[in-house]
Each structure stands twice: as C-alpha cells, then as structure tokens.
C-alpha cells in the first residue's frame, strides 16, 4: 500500500507552533493540522539533512506499510529510520527526480 500522506515545504526560518525532531535536528508542523495537507520544515544548519535533497526544496510523502520492503529497491540518500517513537521515514529522489519520502507509523 502506499498513500498519500503530505507535501513538504522547506522555510527559511522556523514558524509558530513548529515541533522539535531532535534526532534529525529539524523542526516540522503537523500536516493533519494543516488545510493543504502541507508539512512545513526549518532545518538546523546543523542537522544532518541539512545539505541533502529534502531540506533544499519541497518533498512529497507516502505512507507505507513496510518501509523496509518498499525502500528495498530504491537508492535512498536517506535510509529508513526512527525519528520519533512510531515513525520512521525514509527519503529517495524517485525516477522523475521528485524528492520523495516514505513514512511508516506503527
């Protein structure tokens, strides 16, 4: 299964009501909150997504059933892994170029 699950729009400085993912130093608004589905995100300079493809322009995100399975043939510049209790993400630059993330909650 794979569903769409958000967009993700990188700001340049960080927005009212922002939570802080401390294991990959960047912090995100609830796209469920949002009317556009739209995952706003500052990355610390020091974060280590920080010169990657995600934190240079927007993202598209999926959910997932089997994170493992589905990255298992992708080129990930990002592998997955846990960024909070419960999700764990992974990040890819699918065949078309677009910036693409798969998010699995359990």
């Given at each position: ?74 080129v ?10 419960g ?20």
């Amino acid at each position: 299964m794979k569903k769409f699950a958000h967009y993700g729009a990188v700001l340049a400085e960080k927005k009212e009501g922002m939570m802080y993912l401390d294991s990959i130093k960047c912090w995100a608004t609830d796209p469920t909150q949002d009317p556009n589905t739209i995952e706003y995100l500052y990355f610390e300079p020091d974060s280590p997504m920080a010169d990657l493809p995600v934190a240079k322009g927007g993202h598209i995100a999926y959910l997932v059933d089997d994170i493992d399975a589905k990255c298992a043939n992708k080129v990930c510049f990002w592998p997955p892994m846990d960024v909070v209790p419960g999700i764990r993400i992974a990040f890819f630059t699918d065949e078309n170029g677009v910036v693409t993330e798969y998010c699995q909650m359990s």
